[in-house]
């Protein structure tokens, strides 16, 4: 409103002083260059709403309020237009000009931030696939140290002093694979869980682990000797982390590793009988069962982990993808 109000001053003493312009004393034309760059400046720095509407206003009112001849008011309404409007108008030209490139600096600085938060999230990704796979496989080899300490400890021909040593192994490589579960829940965050195909078979997984001294049978039916990648990574993260928990919290006991079709389900059960040692943890206090639970949940499956008799059994119903071609 102020704005308005001192651009229509400017125009009606521009209007008034291009009256009779017969004889136009100095005064005056230097007032026709003060108002040149009043209207210049006030175009510049002063934006008004409907300015045009202003001018209007101003001009012909104006013209008609002073009484004067035909000639005098085209010759003030001409001197308004030149020393008036156009350097208001270059003025606001120069305006819409900065306001132009402001804003596209402000774009510039707006992708280069995007760009970096982009390539924050990419490197969000990359840790979180790192923490995966540290989870995965270097507590996997910890688990099963944990296991070959517990084999040592129950031979019938160890002494007492390498029985104890293999005892502080087998404690000193559970505590390095709870370090480890807590190290590598500072990396996980948000990101989703890896899509990418084991490295290993569940056969081969089995084996490994039978090889290492852990008493584990594998079950599988023919109409799961094949799964899609996405379920074959689901399956083999399932049997990892029940393998890497029996060992860790019930060395020496039995294992076995079942997985069935059943319809449009692919179901992955880990059972363990209870430990053959009284040296072992009361819990999981890691991560692994909660990062899996969600990795299944993410699938559209369940799972559930707890108790079964005296011995403790991990289940997993993987749905089967329903663009794969196939059904039960």
């Known amino acids: 409103m102020r704005n308005g109000a001192i651009l229509a001053v400017v125009a009606g003493i521009s ?5 009779y312009l017969d004889d136009i004393p100095t005064w005056r034309q230097l007032l026709f260059a003060v108002i040149a760059v009043v209207a210049y400046l006030h175009g510049r720095h002063l934006p008004v709403r ?8 101003v001009a012909i009112p104006g013209v008609v309020e002073l009484g004067v001849s035909l000639w005098d008011g085209v010759g003030a309404l001409m001197a308004m237009a030149l020393f008036a409007v156009l350097p208001w108008l270059a003025g606001r030209f120069r305006r819409q000009q900065a306001e ?3 804003a ?13 938060y982009t390539a ?7 840790r979180a696939r790192i923490a995966a796979d540290m989870h995965d496989s270097l507590g996997h080899e910890l688990a099963l140290i944990a296991l070959r300490a517990g084999a040592l400890e129950l031979a019938a021909d160890m002494n007492e002093t390498n ?15 709870d370090r ?21 078979s569940i056969e081969t997984l089995v084996e490994r682990a039978g090889r290492a001294g852990m008493a584990v049978t594998l079950h599988r039916d023919e109409r799961s000797a094949v799964l899609p990648p996405l379920l074959d990574r689901a399956a083999h993260r399932v049997t990892q982390e029940s393998l890497t928990n029996a060992a860790r919290y019930a060395p020496g006991a039995e294992v076995r590793v079942t997985i069935e079709r059943h319809a449009d389900t692919v179901a992955v059960t880990v059972t363990n009988a209870p430990s053959l040692t009284e040296a072992q943890s009361t819990g999981g206090g890691g991560t692994g069962l909660a ?7 993410l699938l559209g499956g369940t799972l559930e982990a707890g108790p079964h008799g005296t011995g403790f059994t991990v289940t997993a119903w993987l749905p089967w993808p329903k663009d794969t071609g196939e059904s039960g």
């Open 15 to 19: 209007l008034a002083n291009g009256l």
């Open 50 to 57: 409907r300015a045009w509407l202003v001018l209007g206003a």
């Open 100 to 102: 132009l490139v402001e």
């Open 104 to 116: 596209g600096r402000q774009r510039v600085g707006q992708l280069e931030r995007e760009q970096q």
């Open 120 to 126: 924050e999230r990419v490197k969000l990704r990359e």
């Open 163 to 177: 029985r104890e040593a293999a005892a502080q192994l087998r404690a000193s490589a559970v505590t390095a694979t």
């Open 180 to 200: 480890l579960r807590r190290t590598v829940g500072l990396l996980r965050d948000s990101g989703g869980a890896p899509t990418d195909p084991p490295d290993e």
């Open 291 to 297: 990062s899996l639970r969600e990795r299944v949940r």
